[in-house]
């Protein structure tokens, strides 16, 4: 049996479900350009995706691995998290191998996002499913005469027993920036991060790869391109101000980002960039 990727809709919106011969399956929505869902091959599922989540088009996808481009948070004059992740994108490609099923979608400028933002642009996500591996490959080409500059994030939630219990090292050492706390600078220095309260971090410059521990299963996360790491737990407080998200829905979810948000990245006319984040069950 090959690897297969079927057209199907999701809360009603367009999506793509993609399954491999040895179990492995993904979802991925069209609107927002967003992985919703992922089980890997032997495996249980990894993504958080909010019961409550909102799927008329009024606001973002709350769960799963929304993209935010050209803007991380409020980190300028855009719209938080940009202008990509509330619009629908479009299949550029889909192609099965074997034991992979592979998708791409797109998503240019129009009249809309012209208007805050005048800059041509083409950005790419590309899923791949393999036994036991998600990678996600974010591609944005600067498609107009000027250049621009950009931040950006692939915001994964994952999907975590109890978040008190989960652990994510690979952090010890690097500098953050805690949002949660009036934007100070801090220097990590535990061998690992449990979250306990509200937790919204930017690490700078992590090149090593992670690890998150939940329960007996566990997860690596690799990241090439993205210089920054962001850690968000809303805790209960925040949660309870999501209209999207249950009360106890941030026990269930932990997002492990990968961000570039310290730094712009610039981009000449005709120049491109690119960025991936790999999760790999073990
Ligand atoms: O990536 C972390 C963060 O920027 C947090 O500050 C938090 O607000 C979160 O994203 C979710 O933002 P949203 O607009 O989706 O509610």
Request: hydrophobic share 40%.
């Amino acid at each position: 049996m090959p690897a297969r990727i079927d057209s199907l809709h999701f809360g009603g919106q367009p999506a793509l479900a993609l399954t491999t011969p040895d179990g492995a399956s993904a979802v991925v929505s069209l609107f927002g350009g967003q992985v919703l869902s992922w089980t890997p091959a032997g495996g249980s599922e990894w993504l958080y995706l909010s019961p409550q989540a909102r799927f008329d088009g009024s606001s973002a996808i709350r769960g799963g691995i929304p993209v935010c481009f050209p803007q991380f948070a409020g980190l300028g004059r855009l719209p938080k998290h940009g202008l990509v992740r509330n619009r629908p994108w479009s299949v550029a490609e889909q192609r099965c191998g074997d034991g992979y099923a592979l998708v791409t979608l797109a998503v240019s400028e129009d009249d809309a996002s012209y208007a805050v933002w005048p800059q041509n642009f083409t950005a790419e996500l590309t899923a791949v499913i393999e036994g036991g591996r998600l990678d996600l490959e974010f591609e944005v080409a600067n498609t107009g005469h000027a250049p621009f500059a950009f931040t950006a994030a692939l915001h994964t939630y994952l999907r975590v027993r109890e978040v008190e219990n989960a652990r994510l090292e690979g952090l010890y050492g690097h500098e953050y920036r805690d949002a949660a706390n009036g934007d100070r600078i801090v220097r990590d220095s535990g061998d690992a991060l449990i979250v306990e309260g509200e937790t919204d971090r930017v690490y700078h410059g992590v090149e090593r790869p992670l690890l998150l521990r939940d329960g007996n299963r566990s997860l690596g996360i690799q990241v090439e391109g993205f210089p920054d790491v962001v850690v968000w737990n809303p805790w209960e407080q925040r949660c309870a101000e999501l209209p999207d998200m249950p009360a106890n829905g941030f026990r269930h979810m932990l997002c492990v980002e990968a961000a570039a948000a310290r730094q712009r990245i610039e981009l000449d006319a005709g120049e491109d960039w690119c960025g991936r984040q790999s999760l790999i069950a073990l």
